[in-house]
Every structure is written in structure tokens, then in C-alpha cells.
């Protein structure tokens, strides 16, 4: 229904000298979806009103409304004499709407408001489009999509997602917003959220672990309470880049969250030795930044004090975790067997802390673009280790751009992840046998079939010599047919 819609967009974003490149252009359609959802939002919220007789107050009002500004209309038709466009167009937005909604964020009464979120969207976030004429053409295609109903929604968050993997594919850091789907929904799969539980992202990116969270958690046959504990009290996140926090905010707004209680902060700043049993959470998924070089007053938050941002973000969900509570973190496959100290003192951590009760190994293309092997590890907090369930996940195939991981190559690991059992692809390791100066926990496949043995010097020489003989016969039979 809307992807000739968001055709018609990016074919004019082509147009705009100000949009880039794909990473612009997510950002760009981000703000107008935004608005034109917040409209729809408020117009369904003052139709309830009228329908219970109560008064409504708008969060947008005046000519700051969409209605007034992006999609003028007389009598249920377009009005192009009222509407703003060219340089007129350029200087409102600008000048005035994006400082009026910016503003929202200094008069919200709490930062899990809607009012909030759009103040930190728009304080974030500036305006790239330079020519009004092209805004004008966008804003009248986005008029056209609605977000009335959960089909609507769900085919937007769709079109949504293609375009944030696109913008991951395209390079640059846009590959740090976007862990692929199949990958994800296998990770919520083992843990198994239930209504009532909260699900926390330190790393949130474009929030796809919270999206798919709650496709997972959304029945159809949910009580009214529960449906608002989904919506108000289950997803919370947190993001230090100013696009990704924008792009996370629109995703979960796409799939149906109302008012994502996502936070614009770098987790990082947090000590972690002042995390109170308040701001624990039951359930942990995540894919934190790899590499990275923390600053040394950063570094000062953690007891494993490192520069590996995957590190401290591993400790940060160590202790954001409740008793009892669950986790699925990707990581780089070498924290597994890394002999610096951090790495050792971090195994140790986890293994004493956690139950690491299984760690699923990706393999080489998983995440597109990236030049890391990566796993998953899936623990509980409250109980050390006691043996771990590896599974080698092999799609048997390369996997690239054109073949990417899809859900059935996550089928059997999921099946068999319930009763841990040994076998071709999967092998248990006890805690009593690891090393207790390294605790190693590095992958190999005990059963996996063992490789043909290289043949020896000697033999391939002797293999050389016959072929070359057999061909120099067969030349010579040649040479006597001439």
C-alpha cells in the first residue's frame, strides 16, 4: 500500500543536495513520519475525547500543527493557496517549528512523556532539506499514509526497516544500527519475555531488539492492563548518537509504541557501582559497539577497567540485570579466548556472577559489512556456571548482501537450545574443566567430522610428476595424428 509511497520519497530526496546519503536520508523521512504520526495520534485522541464528551488539549497547536503547515486542506481537498512552499516553506521549519517543538523538552513535566521525546527529537536534529519545493512534494506523499489502524502500522515499520538495513548496508557507521532480524528474534526466542517483565537495551541503536520484543509479546487476546504495561512499562533503552536516538525513536513509534521510554545519554557515564535494585531490569538484549577506545574518566565507572566498549557494556548489563533476570548479548568471538587481563578478569565475572548457560557461535557474514566473528551469549544472573551448550550455527552457505541469515537457519539451534543436547553442531563444556588462570572458553567443535589429513610433500610432488608425464603423452599422441 505505501511502498510506492516511499519510492516517490527517495526519488525525491535524490533531488535534495542536502541529503547525502542513506543515513540522511533515514534521518530526513524520520522527522516528517514523525510529525504526520503525532497528528494522526492527536486526532484520534481528540475524537475519543469528543465521544466522551471531555475536553482535549493538543500538544501541538496553532499553526504548528500539521494540518496548518504540511497538509492545509479546504473542504477535504489539498490547499495549495495556503500552503507554504519554496524558501517560505524552508525558513517556517527552520526558524519556527523545529525551535517550538525543540522547546518541548524544557516545558514536559517527565522525560517518559511523548511531550519529552519530541523535544530530544527535535533538539537532536536539524532540518537538511534546502529546497521547499522538494519539502513541499514529500510532505503531501506523507500526508497520504495514515497510522490509524495496526495494518497501517505494521506495513510502515516495514518500509521502515528495509531502509534502516539499507542505510547498515551502505557502510559508514550505519552498520552499528542494525543486528539482523533472524538473529534477534532467535535471541528473544531463548529468553522468553512474559507481560510484566521489563526489557532494557543499554545500546538501543534503531531499537530493534525492543521492536521485535514486542511483535513476540503483542496477542491479540491481551487484558486492557496488560496491553498498558506492554506500551508504558516493559521496553527502556538508552543511546548516545544523536541518529540512532531519533531512528529508535521512530521504529518503536512505527510498531506501535506510543511513548518509547528510550533515553538520550551515553550508558557509559554511568557507575555501575551506583545501580540500585530500581534500576535493574529482568530482561537484558543487546548488541553493543565493538572497538572503540573509551576515554580514561569512562573507564572510571567500571571495576575491569578497559577501552573495549563491548567490555564495559558487558559489566554495565552484568549489573543492570535482576536476580534471576535473563540476557542475550552479542559480542566479538574473541572475548572468548583473549589472554589480556580484562578479558580474563571479565570471563571470570561472568562465569562466577551468571549462569553462561549457552553461547551460540555466528559465522562469518552475519553481520554484513563487518569484518568480526561474533557470538551470543545467553545468561542468567543470580547463580555461577556450571556447564555451557555451545552451538556452531552453520547455514551451510556464504552469506553476503544477496544471502543473508534468514529464520530457519536459527530454526534448530532454537528447537534445540530447550534441552542442550550434544551432537554434530553442539557440545557441552563443564565449568570444573576450564582453566582457572585463563578460563578459556574458546570454540572447538568436539564433533565436529575430523578434516581430511593434508597430504604429505612427497606425494603432492609425485602427483605433479604423473600428471606431467600423462600430459606430455598425450601431446606426443597429438603431435603423431598430425
Not at 543511546?239 to 521504529?251: D, P, R, T
Request: proline share 4%.
Amino acid at each position: 500500500m505505501y511502498e510506492n509511497a516511499f519510492n516517490s520519497i527517495e526519488r525525491e530526496l535524490r533531488n535534495e543536495e542536502g541529503v547525502a546519503n542513506e543515513l540522511d536520508y533515514v534521518e530526513q523521512t524520520s522527522w516528517v513520519l514523525f510529525l504526520k504520526y503525532l497528528h494522526d495520534l492527536e486526532t484520534e485522541r481528540r475524537d475519543r475525547a469528543e465521544l466522551d464528551d471531555t475536553d482535549y488539549t493538543p500538544i501541538i497547536d496553532g499553526e504548528y500543527r500539521w494540518d496548518r503547515w504540511a497538509a492545509p486542506k479546504k473542504d477535504g481537498e489539498f490547499d495549495h493557496n495556503v500552503a507554504k512552499i519554496g524558501d517560505d516553506l524552508i525558513a517556517f521549519v527552520d526558524q519556527e517549528l523545529f525551535p517550538y517543538l525543540g522547546s518541548f523538552r524544557e516545558t514536559a513535566t517527565g522525560p517518559r512523556t511523548i511531550e519529552y521525546k519530541i523535544g530530544e527529537v527535535f533538539t537532536e536534529l536539524r532540518n537538511k532539506f534546502r529546497s521547499g519545493y522538494i519539502l513541499r512534494d514529500v510532505l503531501e506523499t506523507v500526508d497520504g499514509m495514515s497510522f490509524n489502524t495496526q495494518a497501517e502500522r505494521h506495513e510502515l515499520s516495514q518500509l521502515y526497516e528495509t531502509r534502516i538495513r539499507r542505510m547498515g548496508n551502505a557502510g559508514r557507521n550505519g552498520g552499528e544500527y542494525y543486528t539482523p532480524r533472524p538473529l534477534i528474534r532467535a535471541m528473544i526466542k531463548v529468553t522468553d519475555p512474559k507481560i510484566g517483565e521489563t526489557i532494557y537495551d543499554g545500546a538501543v541503536g534503531s531499537a530493534g531488539f525492543l521492536c521485535e520484543a514486542y511483535e513476540y509479546m503483542r496477542k491479540d487476546d491481551l487484558t486492557a492492563s496488560q496491553w498498558g504495561t506492554l506500551q508504558r512499562d516493559t521496553f527502556f533503552g538508552q543511546e548516545k548518537k544523536g541518529l540512532a536516538y531519533i531512528i529508535g525513536i521512530m521504529n518503536m513509534v512505527l510498531h506501535g509504541i506510543e511513548a518509547p521510554n528510550l533515553v538520550h545519554s551515553n550508558t557509559l557515564n554511568e557507575n555501575v557501582m551506583d545501580i540500585q535494585e530500581k534500576d535493574r531490569h529482568d530482561i537484558i538484549l543487546a548488541n553493543p559497539p565493538f572497538g572503540g577506545g573509551e576515554r580514561k574518566e569512562v573507564q572510571q565507572n567500571f571495576p575491569i577497567r578497559t577501552g573495549e566498549t563491548a567490555y564495559l557494556f558487558l559489566q554495565h548489563f552484568i549489573r543492570k540485570l535482576r536476580a534471576g533476570g535473563r540476557a542475550a548479548v552479542v559480542i566479538k568471538n574473541t572475548f572468548l579466548s583473549n589472554t589480556d587481563g580484562a578479558s580474563v578478569a571479565l570471563r571470570k565475572e561472568l562465569l562466577e556472577s551468571c549462569n553462561l548457560h549457552t553461547i551460540l557461535d555466528c559465522p562469518s557474514g552475519t553481520f554484513q559489512g563487518a569484518g568480526v566473528k561474533t557470538v551470543v551469549l545467553f545468561f542468567e544472573k543470580g547463580a555461577p556456571t556450571r556447564n555451557i551448550w555451545f552451538y556452531q550455527l552453520d547455514p551451510g552457505r556464504n552469506m553476503g548482501k544477496t544471502n543473508p541469515l534468514n529464520d530457519g537457519d536459527l530454526g534448530e539451534f532454537v528447537e534445540l537450545q530447550r534441552t542442550r543436547p550434544n551432537g554434530p553442531k553442539s557440545w557441552i563444556v563443564n565449568r570444573a574443566d576450564l582453566d582457572e588462570d585463563t578460563y578459556d572458553l574458546s570454540v572447538k567443535n568436539p564433533n565436529a567430522p575430523e578434516a581430511e589429513a593434508l597430504r604429505s610433500p612427497e606425494e603432492i610432488i609425485a602427483d605433479m610428476l604423473a600428471r606431467d608425464a600423462e600430459t606430455a603423452q598425450i601431446l606426443e599422441d597429438i603431435r603423431g595424428m598430425l
